[in-house]
């Protein structure tokens, strides 16, 4: 029997800033950029650039990671291919810690998953991710469309605490990206091989999350 297709809020519950996984735990290597002197001004073109790099890594993992958890093909090549293309080890590291919290998320609400298997302790939050998705029957473009916006509200939420500014103006920031995210989305939905990931590195982030890997006074994880 098919499932009926997924309620429109199962993607809000996913993005939820509440949710361990998410903005109250990371700062999208923002906290670092603003140690080292990005300023208010520059926040919007600091999410658009995560968009086009680390966010649209992450996105096309996550979709291609689903396409072959639902063709019944093995994720390796696909945390390969990703891991290829996440240089940084601090950002590696990090996106596996928030995959094991998404886990436990996945397990409550779908402990029925036949793909819980994949998601061990070195899984890429994207293959996790994928494993959400899957479970809640998503399409390819909606998932694409939860890791965009929930990397833009990440950074949005972080800013609220590193950053003197008005609440209206972090509100405009995600309303500004939406558009961008819509794009990242369009783009990475119809892919299904790993070799389609894109490689598009940001070395300046990397380099800011390292250096936040090894510093004692920090308000977020990464």
């Known amino acids: 029997m098919d499932r009926p297709p997924p309620s429109p809020l199962l993607l809000m519950l996913l993005a939820d800033a ?20 990005l300023g208010v001004s520059e926040v919007a073109d600091f999410i658009a650039l995560r968009l086009r790099t680390v966010t649209r890594v992450e996105a096309a993992t996550a979709v291609v990671a689903m396409h072959h958890l639902r063709a019944g093909l ?19 590291a990090t996106s596996r810690q928030m995959a094991r919290a998404l886990r436990r998320l996945v397990c409550r609400l779908w402990p029925e998953s036949p793909h819980l298997a994949v998601t061990g302790p070195g899984a890429s939050r ?7 998705a899957d479970s809640a029957g998503l399409a390819p473009r ?75 006074r920090r308000l977020f994880n990464a």
């Open 74 to 92: 093995d994720v390796a090549e696909v945390e390969a291919a990703w891991a290829a293309r996440t240089p940084s080890p601090a950002m590696r």
């Open 126 to 132: 994207a293959v996790v991710l994928a494993v959400a």
């Open 18 to 37: 509440r949710l361990p996984t998410a903005g109250h735990t990371q700062s999208a290597q923002l906290e670092p950029a603003t140690v080292w002197g």
């Open 142 to 216: 909606d998932l694409a469309m939860l890791v965009g916006y929930d990397d833009v509200q990440t950074v949005a939420s972080a800013a609220l605490k590193l950053l003197p500014l008005d609440p209206a103006d972090v509100a405009c920031w995600v309303l500004d990206a939406l558009a961008a995210v819509d794009a990242l989305a369009t783009e990475v939905a119809p892919l299904t091989l790993p070799s389609a990931i894109p490689a598009a590195g940001a070395p300046q982030i990397e380099a800011w999350a390292e250096s936040h890997a090894v510093t004692s």
